[in-house]
């Protein structure tokens, strides 16, 4: 498979991450956040509340991905990349899993329900609450939530693991970034530093099998690290591919 970007360390796939993991190896770290089959028919067709006042329900069902597939299928799919992306990494490699809770018909659905599927071929050996400034969901009748998960999980029996991430502490205080690239979703740098910085070495390789406006990249990047990522949508590889031509410190404002 040809990259869609190969160039000074980073390198972008455009397609299914689980067609690429067979060309890939020596992987030490997987920092990514999937889709979290909250979009298509689930959007709602008249906003209310916060989202009455901005366009972020118009903006990600232009540019967003439209995951709206049965819970079960998608739970199931998200062990299956999961499980596939193991092939790809090092015995000491470390997995930071984002998700968060979700809601189906007043139910709560927790994340950590789908990263304990993920043992034999990962180990959950963390959960780290990022904690964001505010919430839009303030008209859903519960306590509206302002945090998500970063659940580490490891390969194996040893890991890597440099000391000073210890002062990061296990709840992060990381406003949620704004717009990236046209992505409804975008990662805030910061998280992704903080993985990068606690569980790699300098020059290691950092995947991000969902890499959307490719933050991750920039992470590891700016933190001395090599980095792939994959993406399934050519539009937000494009947008990447042209910010990383134009210098990758163009991704700190991001």
């Known amino acids: 498979m040809t990259p869609y970007y190969d160039r000074d360390g980073i390198t972008i796939y455009c397609g299914d991450c689980r067609d690429v993991f067979s060309i890939l190896s020596g992987v030490s770290l997987i920092v990514t956040s999937p889709p979290y089959n909250q979009l298509g028919s689930r ?4 906003p209310s ?3 009455a006042e901005t366009n972020w329900i118009e903006n990600t069902k232009a540019v967003g991905y439209w995951d709206d597939a049965d819970e079960h299928e998608y739970q199931r799919w998200i062990l299956n990349v999961m499980a596939d992306a193991r092939s790809c990494v090092t015995d000491d490699a470390s997995l930071c899993f984002n998700h968060k809770c979700r809601w189906r018909k007043k139910v709560l659905l927790h994340p950590i329900d789908i990263v304990r599927t993920f043992y034999p071929w990962w180990t959950l050996r963390q959960e780290i609450i990022w904690r964001r400034a505010g919430s839009t969901t303030l008209n859903a009748k519960l306590f509206a939530p302002n945090d998500e998960r970063i659940y580490w999980c490891v390969a194996g029996k040893e890991w890597i693991w440099n000391q000073d991430g210890a ?3 296990s709840v992060w205080d990381i406003p949620q970034d704004r ?7 975008p990662f805030p740098p910061e998280l992704e ?7 790699s070495r300098q020059d290691d390789i950092v995947l991000d099998p969902f890499a959307g406006s490719c933050t991750t990249l920039m992470a590891a990047k700016l933190s001395g690290r090599r980095a792939i990522g994959i993406e399934i949508n050519e539009d937000y590889c494009k947008i990447a591919a042209e910010r990383l031509r134009q210098g990758v410190l163009a991704f700190e404002d991001s």
């Open 179 to 185: 717009v990236a690239g046209g992505h409804p979703c």
């Open 49 to 51: 509340g916060m989202h």
């Open 167 to 169: 002062s990061f502490l």
């Open 193 to 199: 530093k903080r993985c990068v910085l606690a569980l």
């Open 43 to 46: 959007l709602p067709s008249a």
